[in-house]
């Protein structure tokens, strides 16, 4: 069965450093996510992608983010100067296409901590 | 800000016994809710799903209640299982806003 990947599992960073996370989504589906989990807490949406642009971000995705779909399988998050309060799990998701198919399909995360 | 609730925080029950968890959400304009389970260092996985024009909708030993009126929905976990042990959330999404709206999650531990 298709799943979402995610690279790395586990990322380290110092405050101020740069950082890529990397995802693949489902090879059929349309629409991409980022999500953040802080340790112990709910998931909380930070961006959402279609047809090569965002179309809904939160508050929480500030300058500071941004995504990209370089190619026609990979789906990234960069943080650009990551802070401490960046330590979460972040969650790559997509979802099949616009006729009401609603599901979305999580990756395994990637725990990023920010020293 | 449209919000999901839910509750309780965390449930323990016995094996072959019921879990109840209940979510409420306070905008109308919700398209789809479903329930996800996440285990440990894992994503969550999703379990169920209902519409708003459906009032309950079973899978197995899973079932979603849902109350257009009282923007209530439920999910019941018949015949509880220690595998079942995990975190639960629900969540609801807006087909205009393109994302999901989590509530804040119950850990279920079933005791065997």
């Known amino acids: 069965e298709p799943e979402v990947t995610q690279t790395p599992s586990h990322q380290v960073t110092q405050m101020g450093q740069e950082v890529i996370l990397r995802c693949v989504p489902i090879?059929?589906?349309?629409?991409f996510y980022w999500y953040r989990q802080i340790l112990g807490q709910k998931v909380e949406f930070l961006v959402s992608?279609?047809?090569?642009?965002?179309?809904?971000k939160s508050e929480i995705f500030d300058d500071q983010f941004s995504v990209e779909r370089p190619d026609g399988s990979n789906f990234t998050l960069k943080i650009r100067s990551t802070k401490l309060e960046d330590s979460a799990m972040y969650f790559c998701?997509?979802?099949?296409?616009?006729?009401?198919?609603?599901?979305?399909?999580f990756g395994p995360g990637t725990r990023l901590t920010v020293t | 800000q449209q919000q999901v609730k839910q509750s309780p925080q965390s449930l323990i029950v016995q094996k072959g016994g019921i879990s109840i968890i209940n979510c409420a959400y306070e905008n109308t304009a919700f398209d789809y809710f479903p329930w996800y389970q996440q285990f440990p260092g894992k994503g969550p996985a999703l379990l169920i799903a209902i519409r708003p024009d459906v009032s309950e909708k079973k899978e197995g030993r899973f079932t979603i209640s849902f109350n257009k009126s009282a923007k209530q929905f439920s999910l019941h976990i018949m015949d509880s299982q220690p595998g079942d042990s995990a975190t639960y959330f629900c969540a609801a999404f807006k087909a205009a806003g393109n994302k999901l709206t989590f509530g804040g999650g119950t850990r279920v531990l079933v005791k065997p």
């Open positions: 090879s059929n589906h349309l629409y």
């Open positions: 992608f279609y047809n090569n642009e965002i179309s809904e």
């Open positions: 998701a997509s979802r099949k296409t616009s006729g009401g198919a609603y599901e979305q399909y």
